[in-house]
């Protein structure tokens, strides 16, 4: 999923911090930050495509709103592999940020033609479901057609979720998802932000497909009403009509794993997504660092240190879609006075030699600078590859330390 060197700064760190530093380390110690190392591991080490099951009759815009998730014409233009007779799994690929999702297909959905196949659709379910499952389904419906036929479309929802628990031990969580909005009344009223009789009508058809799914589905995660047109031409958006897909984009990532994240990051290429992992990152380097830092070893632990918080900005590049080398780190360092060689191995020495001034509470003090220290890095990374601010915005930040939060 990354190319060596990117993984070198984003799994290496942490892969040597848990073979040679978490077993020297005070049991408590242990306990604070291993939970922290896991977090960090699942994001990067364990990082996967994230997968759904997208259900909706044909017409309800399944393409549409992969397209619109990526920003890019990926359901069209053959960036699409069939892996049985049906395709029951799709690879959807975006080229220019290397992200992938991979959807369940389920053409024919609720609409009782098998006649063309060789295999029932439950027969195709059981052999796409044999080796993997979706982390949610997601359940299409257009908004004109809230009342055509849904109790059925439920039934089969509830039959492909049995088959998922039979097999995996696991139930996917269901997102109702009203389709073409634009298309209610009044009909001349087609590009968000909608008025108040439009939006009254999205409403009205998002409650009834919310009753109608929570009769028979009690357990049903939510309901987001969108609108998912955009048109493409050579590859680019030359038209977005697009409502409230950042509302289900950020939804989505709540149901997500965590080993999906960094994936759904590039997909959607979110800002609030890119930041709110970017946070999640920062938050659990920060705590490693406080950690191994409030030990009584001076200048040891540096190496160690510095290497979580290259994995961290490796992560946040990562997440931003940029492409991280040697000499893009060493840019970012220099820009923002943290140089490897120079001011950021200064700052960290005379974090350690706290210890020795203070050999009581200078280890206290030593770990509070680490994490201090590392929070200042999460912040300015972030203005500088995902805000993509102005260098001397993100060299501030940096000077501005502050604690990380502890929410």
């Given at each position: 999923?990354?190319?060596?060197?990117?993984?070198?700064?984003?799994?290496?760190?942490?892969?040597l911090?848990?073979?040679?530093?978490?077993?020297?380390l005070?049991s408590?110690?242990q306990?604070?930050?291993i939970?922290?190392?896991?977090?960090?591991?699942?994001?990067f080490?364990?990082?996967?495509?994230?997968?759904?099951?997208?259900?909706?009759?044909r017409g309800?815009?399944?393409?549409?709103?992969?397209?619109?998730?990526?920003?890019?014409?990926?359901a069209e233009?053959?960036?699409v592999t069939?892996?049985?007779?049906?395709?029951?799994?799709?690879?959807?690929?975006?080229?220019?940020?290397?992200?992938?999702?991979?959807?369940?297909?389920?053409?024919?959905?609720?609409?009782?033609?098998e006649?063309?196949?060789?295999?029932?659709?439950?027969?195709?379910?059981?052999?796409?479901?044999?080796?993997?499952?979706?982390?949610?389904?997601?359940?299409?419906?257009?908004?004109?057609e809230?009342?055509?036929?849904?109790?059925?479309?439920?039934?089969?929802?509830?039959?492909?979720?049995?088959i998922?628990?039979?097999?995996?031990?696991?139930?996917?969580?269901?997102?109702?998802?009203?389709?073409?909005?634009?298309?209610?009344?009044?009909?001349?009223d087609?590009?968000?932000?909608?008025?108040?009789e439009?939006?009254?009508n999205?409403?009205?058809?998002?409650?009834?497909?919310?009753?109608?799914?929570?009769?028979?589905?009690?357990?049903?995660?939510?309901i987001?009403?969108?609108?998912?047109?955009?048109a493409?031409?050579?590859?680019?958006?030359?038209?977005?009509?697009?409502?409230n897909?950042?509302?289900?984009i950020?939804?989505?990532?709540?149901?997500?794993p965590?080993?999906?994240?960094?994936?759904w990051a590039?997909?959607?290429?979110?800002?609030?997504?890119?930041i709110?992992?970017?946070?999640?990152i920062?938050?659990?380097?920060?705590a490693?660092?406080?950690?191994v830092g409030?030990?009584?070893?001076?200048?040891?632990d540096?190496?160690?240190?510095?290497?979580?918080?290259?994995?961290?900005?490796?992560?946040?590049?990562?997440?931003?879609?940029?492409?991280?080398?040697?000499?893009?780190?060493?840019?970012?360092?220099?820009?923002?006075?943290?140089?490897?060689?120079?001011?950021?191995a200064?700052?960290?020495?005379a974090?350690?030699?706290?210890?020795?001034?203070?050999?009581?509470?200078?280890?206290?003090?030593?770990?509070?600078?680490?994490?201090?220290?590392?929070?200042?890095?999460?912040?300015?990374?972030?203005?500088?590859?995902?805000?993509?601010?102005?260098?001397?915005?993100?060299?501030?930040?940096?000077?501005?330390q502050?604690?990380p939060?502890?929410?």
């Amino acid at each position: 999923m990354h190319d060596d060197e990117q993984k070198e700064y984003l799994e290496e760190p942490l892969r040597l911090f848990r073979k040679k530093i978490i077993p020297k380390l005070p049991s408590n110690i242990q306990k604070r930050v291993i939970g922290e190392v896991e977090r960090l591991e699942e994001l990067f080490v364990d990082s996967r495509p994230p997968r759904f099951a997208i259900i909706g009759r044909r017409g309800a815009g399944k393409s549409t709103l992969v397209n619109a998730i990526f920003q890019a014409p990926v359901a069209e233009v053959g960036a699409v592999t069939a892996e049985t007779e049906r395709g029951a799994w799709h690879t959807y690929k975006n080229t220019s940020q290397k992200a992938v999702m991979e959807v369940l297909d389920t053409r024919g959905f609720g609409e009782g033609d098998e006649t063309r196949f060789t295999q029932t659709e439950e027969d195709v379910w059981q052999e796409a479901l044999s080796s993997r499952y979706p982390d949610a389904i997601l359940f299409l419906v257009k908004a004109k057609e809230v009342d055509a036929r849904v109790t059925e479309d439920i039934e089969q929802l509830k039959k492909l979720r049995e088959i998922i628990k039979k097999k995996h031990d696991y139930l996917p969580p269901v997102i109702g998802i009203v389709t073409q909005v634009d298309e209610l009344d009044p009909v001349y009223d087609t590009d968000p932000p909608f008025d108040e009789e439009k939006v009254a009508n999205i409403e009205h058809a998002s409650d009834h497909m919310e009753h109608m799914l929570k009769k028979h589905l009690p357990e049903v995660t939510g309901i987001l009403p969108v609108c998912a047109y955009t048109a493409f031409k050579n590859g680019e958006m030359v038209y977005d009509r697009r409502w409230n897909i950042d509302e289900l984009i950020d939804f989505l990532l709540e149901q997500l794993p965590g080993s999906t994240w960094m994936q759904w990051a590039r997909i959607t290429q979110a800002k609030t997504i890119q930041i709110r992992i970017a946070k999640t990152i920062g938050k659990s380097a920060s705590a490693i660092t406080g950690g191994v830092g409030a030990q009584p070893i001076p200048l040891a632990d540096l190496p160690v240190i510095t290497g979580i918080q290259m994995s961290m900005i490796a992560g946040i590049a990562y997440v931003s879609g940029r492409k991280l080398d040697r000499k893009s780190m060493a840019e970012f360092l220099g820009a923002i006075g943290a140089n490897v060689g120079t001011a950021f191995a200064f700052r960290q020495l005379a974090r350690s030699l706290s210890k020795v001034t203070f050999p009581v509470a200078g280890h206290a003090i030593s770990g509070t600078l680490a994490a201090t220290a590392t929070w200042g890095l999460c912040k300015a990374a972030i203005l500088y590859f995902i805000e993509k601010r102005p260098v001397h915005e993100a060299k501030e930040a940096y000077k501005n330390q502050s604690e990380p939060p502890t929410d």
